[in-house]
């Protein structure tokens, strides 16, 4: 487990994640420990099935954990209801997800607000200037009134990284961002996150591309629900004992 001089944002205490189908129990994840500190840019890999989008999900509380804590800026957010993981997920946590996830028959703009639209310490004149922020960031001011039909895949993409951002969340959580794109619009997608990074964003990615992963600052190898490696990039893997 890395510990960094930047503010912790997020601590996972033996955090465990059991699902059960039929009296039959699979642990998807065990006894995980980990420390994600303000401004890291971690890369979450492993192979199919290992457990890392199920640990992706449990970070932008999606799902609720069997056992352990999750503390997420010093506040436990283990055993939060619905609601109240709504709450916190449109407020703190942005996500990117690789099939995109937009609205078709929203335009770009409706769809980057509509998660601000939940949010009632924020004007409608401040989530238009939100949006627009957002958009511009991205480089797809210019496609606001357009429908997804209308973009391409990469486009499509950076208004769900526009969606993520326009909230100011603490954390960004992208699965498998550059899965459903080609080679060009996945570089433009990767240097967008780093682009993301290099101006303070935090960001926790999964991957099964060893050339995505290396642009992170850090690597977490997970392996049959465990974390088996937690090493800086460039660095060689510092193993952890199963």
Do not use: W
Not at 49 to 72: A, E, I
Not at 136 to 151: C, I
Not at 175 to 194: C, F, I, R, W, Y
């Amino acid at each position: 487990m890395k510990t960094h001089s930047n503010p912790v944002l997020v601590e996972l205490k033996q955090l465990k994640k059991i699902f059960v189908a039929d009296d039959i129990e699979t642990h998807a994840l065990n006894d995980i420990n980990l420390l994600i500190n303000q401004g890291e840019y971690i890369a979450i890999t492993g192979p199919s099935g290992c457990g890392k989008s199920t640990l992706l999900s449990l970070l932008g509380l999606l799902d609720n954990l069997s056992q352990g804590h999750y503390l997420l800026a010093n506040h436990d957010v283990s055993n939060l209801d619905r609601d109240e993981r709504a709450h916190i997920r449109n407020e703190k946590i942005g996500f990117i997800f690789q099939a995109f996830n937009l609205i078709s028959d929203l335009t770009v703009a409706e769809n980057v607000e509509l998660p601000l639209t939940y949010r009632k310490d924020i004007s409608k004149e401040q989530r238009k200037t939100m949006v627009a922020d957002a958009l511009a960031k991205v480089d797809m001011a210019h496609r606001v009134n357009h429908f997804p039909s209308q973009l391409s895949g990469g486009q499509q993409q950076r208004v769900a990284v526009a969606r993520a951002i326009a909230g100011n969340p603490s954390i960004i959580l992208a699965d498998e961002p550059t899965g459903n794109l080609d080679s060009k619009n996945a570089q433009a997608v990767m240097n967008l996150l780093d682009q993301l990074h290099q101006e303070g964003a935090t960001i926790c990615m999964v991957t099964h591309d060893p050339r995505g992963a290396s642009r992170a600052k850090r690597t977490i190898e997970i392996f049959d629900g465990k974390i088996v490696a937690d090493h800086e990039n460039n660095q060689q893997s510092a193993a952890i004992t199963v």
